[in-house]
């Protein structure tokens, strides 16, 4: 069942009614200020880091849900009040549309002739959050109504917010100026920042203290001042304050007024002190104010806004005979990279904001989806990520996106994490030529007097792997691998202790052979990189320590149908068909395939195939099977959860994404794409009441074929599915690669396939690139034309003149 529609010429979701399984949301922001928004208006905002500078109140589990904040409007007409985004009255609309576009969300709602749509957007370069409300009278005779704004203001720390009532009920502090609400709370420091909301009209009226709003024992859903059409002109003292405006408009049959509200953050130099504690600097906010003061310039902004994404997706393009297809690649899969980029895993409907720092395999991993829109940036983030390496080689697990630091509490010792690095660089040299990255001079540990360039971080990367080497010569797996939850070394944890904040002991001898297969596929490119910048006997150096560790795995890391996942800390094999419980781990499977592992004898096609035997389901392939159905001290978290759910044989969309690769490589189009479309969000629209989650972005995790509610997903928007899926389907599947001295085409694609059209914009260049597949294959260039001359190769030389290059590639 849908609940909506894709509008693909807007670049839009379309959401029909506001009973959607499960509270589908956008984000706003591209730069430092950011929101949440949700079909009905709920979520909050937040200035660069969402647990430190919380700007709106937000109550994560809420009941009822999605009702614990948000930019709220309510209409009050002749005694009838109701939302025009539904929430938080829930009176029933005669019409209701929620648009979530690029970067902005449209709700329009109507009721008894009054037709209400609100646009939300955070302008480019703008710390602040636009509310265009348009109000149509739609009937054929005179309205008067009164129109109230709300939002409730956090008080900055949103830990401290959920916790410190003690403290917080005394510490609000607003100020009032017109139509604008300053809220202006100290937080513990003097920092000069504050927030205001205003609106580009004069009000009737004003409250900013939420008891004074909404009545002591009252709800969002029916505040006592909206009750009556009448403000309280309250002037907040502690507790918890709030800006709410009310305007009187009258409106003649077929008349629009329309009215743009400014949720803004300010944050003044420390020196710039306030004049005294009751009144701020607020020039800036003046000027934020007038930038927004008529509708005309809040639509100029909301086109530069849209002109942005359509820049940012003309990069990688997409014509093939799949409309589904079509969207993810071209629209939702690349928005929901940058989205990625932008948050990491810190805010979502299942983050809280106040939870993790930036990972560093998951920032790495993040880079491979939006590298080909923001290569600027991306050079930015590698080197931020580099500068917490440690001069081992290991990585900080995670780090606070305001201080760039690495955090001490969870520490590193996740031994996939350095590997991520190279991975990250090898792709952005790819997509833009700069080998210069690899001079940069970058600190270990953010200690500058360490520094060392970048390419001997990456050889640390590389080192760290075969410097921890455990008794099959396979890697060390630390505290975790790419899988947080298969605790390998956690038996012997003190009590209390979490794998998070363990340290990993002396003697701990479980094995990984996932970083087997990811030392072999990335330390491949990682030898290409080196003979590429001149490092020739680094890269020969690598090969050989590449040789062996294929053939650790080939002799320890191969169960006789597929690869092994571990070895425990005993010595005993994860992930075999020795073990009673968790015989096959889909991990080690893409990861070693994906290295080349199998591929001359046989088995990885071997393995591939029991991939789909006992992984296989309708809805993706699980991450284990049999799942484990009780704890196994020796195995950890990931026992711990109920049989089909997360890591335990959930179906990780993540790691879906390396079978499709492995397939692509073994040459199995077919499959490849099958297992793309069984997750794919456009593909799982028909089907949303059982997945719940919105339909145009990636969940983490879709519940796996033993859990009781099989097909369900969760933990949408902030996942590494993003970019791998990206990679996946415009790489391995339609095989359009970045490369060093070009783009390589090398499709593995559905026979039935007959043509599709890839336009890629490549370091200023631009490529049509038309492929034709006359004979029905799934793989193999057999010709390759730019400009209507042959490529000596199946790479599209990099011309490097800025102009359009027409490229025609027959498959065969
Ligand atoms: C989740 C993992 C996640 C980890 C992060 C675990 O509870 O199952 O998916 O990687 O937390 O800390
Ligand atoms: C989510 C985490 O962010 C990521 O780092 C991890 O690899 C996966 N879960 C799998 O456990």
Redesign the pocket.
């Known amino acids: 069942m849908q609940y909506g529609y894709f509008d693909d010429a807007r670049k839009e979701y379309v959401i029909t009614t506001e009973s959607t399984p499960y509270p589908w949301i956008n984000y706003l922001g591209t730069q430092d200020y950011f929101s949440l928004i949700s079909n009905t208006g709920g979520g909050y905002s937040f200035y660069k880091d969402a647990k430190l500078r919380r700007i709106t109140r937000f109550r994560y589990n809420n009941v009822p849900l999605d009702l614990g904040g948000g930019r709220y409007y309510y209409i009050y007409d002749d005694k009838d009040v109701w939302s025009p985004g539904f929430a938080p009255v829930k009176k029933k609309l005669d019409r209701y549309e929620c648009r979530h576009g690029m970067g902005y969300t449209k709700i329009t709602g109507s009721r008894n002739n009054i037709e209400t749509e609100i646009t939300f957007f955070v302008p480019i370069d703008f710390n602040g959050e636009v509310h265009k409300v348009v109000v149509k009278n739609t009937g054929d005779s005179d309205k008067n109504i009164t129109l109230f704004s709300f939002v409730e203001w956090c008080l900055w720390n949103a830990q401290d917010d959920q916790t410190n009532f003690q403290r917080n009920f005394n510490t609000g502090e607003v100020e009032i100026e017109g139509s604008t609400i300053y809220h202006k709370t100290e937080y513990k420091e003097r920092r000069n920042h504050y927030a205001f909301f205003s609106v580009n009209a004069p009000v009737t009226g004003f409250d900013s203290d939420r008891e004074s709003f909404l009545g002591t024992y009252n709800g969002f859903d029916n505040p006592e001042a909206v009750l009556e059409g009448k403000s309280r002109n309250s002037v907040a003292d502690g507790w918890s304050p709030i800006a709410s405006h009310s305007l009187d408009i009258s409106l003649k049959p077929g008349e629009t007024k329309e009215l743009v509200f400014i949720l803004g953050y300010v944050e003044n130099a420390l020196e710039d002190k306030w004049e005294s504690k009751n009144v701020i600097n607020k020039t800036k906010a003046h000027k934020m104010l007038e930038e927004f003061a008529t509708a005309e310039k809040a639509d100029e902004a909301l086109k530069r806004l849209t002109d942005y994404w359509d820049d940012l997706l003309s990069r990688y393009t997409l014509v093939s005979g799949e409309d589904k297809l079509n969207r993810m690649v071209n629209i939702w899969n690349q928005y929901q990279c940058m989205v990625t980029f932008n948050l990491s895993r810190s805010a979502s409907y299942f983050e809280s904001g106040i939870g ?1 720092g930036m990972g560093f395999r998951d920032s790495n991993q993040d880079l491979l989806g939006f590298l080909h829109q923001i290569p600027d940036r991306a050079r930015e983030r590698i080197i931020d990520l580099a500068s917490t390496q440690l001069e081992d080689g290991g990585a900080y697990h995670q780090y606070q996106p305001l201080t760039k630091r690495g955090n001490d509490e969870i520490g590193g010792n996740f031994n996939d994490d350095p590997l991520w690095l190279i991975l990250a660089v090898v792709a952005y040299v790819k997509e833009t030529g700069d080998y210069s990255i690899l001079k940069v001079s970058t600190p270990f540990d953010n200690d500058e007097s360490k520094a060392a360039p970048l390419a001997e971080h990456l050889k640390r990367s590389f080192d760290h792997v075969i410097n921890n080497l455990g008794p099959h010569g396979l890697p060390l797996i630390g505290r975790a691998d790419w899988n ?2 298969l605790n390998l070394n956690c038996f012997s944890m003190e009590p209390g202790e979490s794998f ?1 904040t363990s340290t990993s002991k002396d003697g701990r001898v479980a094995e990984s052979v996932m970083i087997a297969g990811m030392f072999v596929y990335i330390g491949k490119e990682y030898a290409e990189l080196m003979k590429k910048s001149g490092s020739v006997e680094e890269s020969i150096r690598a090969e050989k320590e590449i040789s062996r560790m294929e053939k650790a795995v080939m002799e320890h890391g191969y169960d006789g149908e597929w690869f092994l996942r571990a070895y425990d800390d005993f010595g005993k094999k994860v992930g075999s068909k020795e073990c009673e419980e968790g015989k096959i781990f889909i991990e080690s499977q893409g990861l070693c395939i994906m290295g080349g592992l199998g591929l001359s004898d046989g088995k990885a096609i071997q393995a591939l195939d029991a991939v789909e035997e006992r992984l296989g389901t309708k809805y993706g392939l699980v991450l284990n099977n049999p799942a484990f159905t009780k704890y196994y001290v020796e195995y950890g ?1 990931i026992s711990t ?1 109920p049989a089909g759910y ?2 335990n044989a959930g179906i990780f969309c993540h790691n879906n994404a390396w079978i499709m690769c492995a397939e692509a490589v073994a040459g199995r189009g077919d499959k490849a794409f099958d297992y793309y479309t069984r997750i794919a969000p456009a593909y799982t629209e028909e089907y949303s009441e059982i997945h719940r989650m919105e339909p145009y972005v990636y969940s ?2 879709v519940a796996g074929k033993d859990a009781k509610r099989f097909g369900e997903a969760k933990n949408s928007w902030l996942t590494g599915t993003a970019s791998w899926n990206f990679v996946a389907i415009t790489q391995y599947i339609l095989g359009i690669k970045p490369d060093y001295d070009g783009i390589l085409v090398d499709p593995a694609i559905p026979k039935a396939w007959d043509t599709y059209q890839v336009t890629r914009r490549f370091r200023g260049d631009t490529y049509k690139i038309t492929v034709k597949n006359p004979e029905h294959v799934s793989k193999g260039v057999k010709s390759l034309l730019v400009d209507g001359k042959e490529a000596a190769s199946a790479v599209i030389p990099y011309a490097g003149d800025g102009k359009v290059h027409e490229v025609t590639v027959t498959m065969g």
């Open positions: 993790r947080d939850c998070q978290e959860y997360k890591e983490q995790m």
